[in-house]
C-alpha cells in the first residue's frame, strides 16, 4: 500500500501512528473544520439534488453509486485540500485526478491477491505500469495543491488578512509543519491528505448507496424517514421563524428552491436531531459496514481469549459483516433491516464498538466517524425529504469484492418526486 499511501495514518505504526493521530484528533474535534464540513456537505448534497431534479423532470435513469462517488470525492477534496474538483457538475465531466485516484485504488487493492505484482513491478508492465502513470497524476496534483496553498499562506499572513486563511485539512497541516519539531516535509503532506481523502471518499458513497438501496426496499423504513424528515421541517422552521415556501412539483425552480430552504435548516445540532436517520445509517452499516473485513498484522506470538495461539508474522482478520449478522451479537432477526433496534423511547442508543465494529474499535477506532455521519445525514436528509427512489427493472445488485464493500454493477434508479 506504501505506494498510494506512504506514511499516512492507515499505513504506519508505533511513533509515527502515534504523532499523526494525535494531531488529526486535535483537528477533527475543531469547531472550525466541524463547520466548513457542514457548508461543504451542504453545497455538494444539494448539487447532487439539483441532478436528481434534472434526471427527475426528464425521467432519465441514474447510477446513484456514481453520482455519489463524485459527490464525496469532491466534498473530501473540498474538505481535505480545500479546492473544487468540480466531477458533481452538472455535465459529469471527466477528471484526471478522480480517474488517477480510482486506478491506483484498485490496483494496489489487487495486489493482496495478484502473486506477480513484484515481478510486473520490476519489469514496469501491465497493471503495474498503470499504476505508476495514476500514481505520477496523483502526486503532481497534490504536490501542485501544496506548494499552491503555502504560497496563499504567506501571502495572507504579509497582508495581515488572517480572516482569509482557509479550514481545510492541508492549510491546518501545512500550519503544523512550520514549527521545526513538526518534522513536516511535503511529501508527509501528501500522504496525511491523501490517506484522508482514500478514508473519506469510497467509504461514505457506498454506504450511502446501501442505505438508499435499503430504504427504497423497505417500504415501511421509507414512510417513516420521510414523516421524521417533514416533521423536522416543519419544527425547524417555526424555531427559526421561517416561513417555508410554495413548492410546485412540476416546476423545477420551485421544487428546487424549497430544497435550499430545507437543507438551510440542517447544520450539526439539527441534524442530530434526527435519531430515526442516525439509525437507518447504522443499521446499513451494520449489514454492510464500508470495509467488510480488516486485517492486523501479528507482531508477537499471543494468546486470543478463546485460547487460540497465533504467530508473530501471520494475521489475523475480523469481519464486521459477518459480524453484523451474527444472531449471537444481534438476536433471531440478525439479518432484519431494522433501525428501531437502534431507538429506545425514540432516542438514539449506540452499541459497544467492539460489537458494532464498522468503525473499529480501541486504539484506532475512526477519527471521522462524526464527519462521515455529519455528510451522510446531510445527504440522505435532503435526497429522502424531497425525491423516491425506484431499482430499474432487471437490475443487478452485486457485490464488488475490495477493500470497500460497493456494488459490482452500480445503483441504477429511476427518480419520483416526493410531495412537498
Avoid at 451542504?42 to 455519489?68: G, K, P, W
Avoid at 499562506?153 to 492541508?170: A, Q
Avoid at 430504504?215 to 417555526?238: C, D, P
Amino acid at each position: 500500500m506504501e505506494v498510494l499511501l506512504g506514511d499516512g495514518i492507515f499505513n504506519v505504526d508505533g511513533e509515527l501512528w502515534k504523532k499523526q493521530r494525535k494531531t488529526a484528533s486535535f483537528e477533527f474535534a475543531s469547531k472550525n473544520l466541524r463547520d466548513f464540513s457542514t457548508v461543504v456537505f451542504r453545497e455538494y448534497s444539494l448539487q447532487l439534488h439539483s441532478i436528481l431534479t434534472q434526471a427527475c423532470f426528464h425521467n432519465q435513469e441514474v447510477d446513484m453509486q456514481d453520482l455519489l462517488m463524485r459527490m464525496t470525492l469532491d466534498s473530501i477534496c473540498k474538505v481535505g485540500f480545500g479546492v473544487e474538483i468540480g466531477t458533481l457538475a452538472p455535465t459529469l465531466p471527466d477528471n484526471n485526478f478522480a480517474r488517477a485516484f480510482d486506478t491506483a485504488n484498485i490496483i494496489v487493492t489487487l495486489r493482496f491477491v495478484d502473486p506477480l505484482w513484484k515481478l510486473k513491478r520490476f519489469l514496469n508492465v501491465g497493471s503495474e505500469a498503470l499504476l505508476g502513470k495514476s500514481i505520477k497524476v496523483i502526486d503532481d496534483f497534490t504536490y501542485n495543491v501544496i506548494r499552491r496553498r503555502k504560497s496563499e499562506i504567506k501571502e495572507i499572513r504579509e497582508s495581515c488578512k488572517t480572516s482569509k486563511i482557509k479550514h481545510d485539512i492541508l492549510s491546518r497541516f501545512i500550519e503544523l509543519s512550520e514549527d521545526p519539531e513538526g518534522n513536516l516535509t511535503d511529501k508527509s503532506l501528501r500522504d496525511i491528505v491523501l490517506n484522508f481523502v482514500i478514508a473519506g471518499r469510497d467509504t461514505t458513497a457506498t454506504t450511502l448507496t446501501w442505505a438508499i438501496y435499503m430504504i427504497m426496499t423497505n417500504a415501511r423504513v421509507a414512510e417513516k424517514l420521510y414523516s421524521e424528515l417533514k416533521a423536522f421541517e416543519e419544527v425547524q422552521a417555526k424555531e427559526e421563524r421561517i416561513s417555508l415556501l410554495p413548492c410546485d412539483l412540476e416546476d423545477p425552480e420551485s421544487f428546487n428552491r424549497r430544497a435550499v430552504q430545507f437543507a438551510g435548516l440542517l447544520n450539526y445540532d439539527s441534524l442530530g436531531r434526527l435519531y430515526y436517520l442516525h439509525a437507518v445509517i447504522t443499521e446499513t452499516l451494520r449489514l454492510y459496514p464500508a470495509v467488510p473485513q480488516d486485517p492486523k498484522g501479528i507482531l508477537e506470538d499471543d494468546i486470543l481469549p478463546d485460547g487460540t495461539k497465533v504467530k508473530a508474522g501471520g494475521m489475523v482478520t475480523y469481519v464486521p459483516y459477518s459480524m453484523g449478522r451474527m444472531e449471537y451479537n444481534w438476536g433471531p432477526d440478525a439479518a432484519v433491516f431494522r433501525p428501531e433496534r437502534w431507538l429506545k423511547e425514540g432516542c438514539f442508543q449506540n452499541a459497544s464498538p467492539f460489537k458494532f465494529t464498522a468503525f473499529q474499535a480501541g486504539p484506532r477506532i475512526c477519527l471521522g466517524k462524526d464527519s462521515a455521519y455529519l455528510q451522510m445525514k446531510m445527504a440522505l436528509a435532503i435526497l429522502c425529504r424531497f425525491f423516491k427512489f425506484n431499482l430499474v427493472p432487471n437490475h443487478p445488485v452485486k457485490y464488488r469484492m475490495m477493500t470497500i464493500l460497493s456494488m459490482e454493477k452500480g445503483l441504477k434508479l429511476k427518480i419520483a418526486r416526493q410531495s412537498c
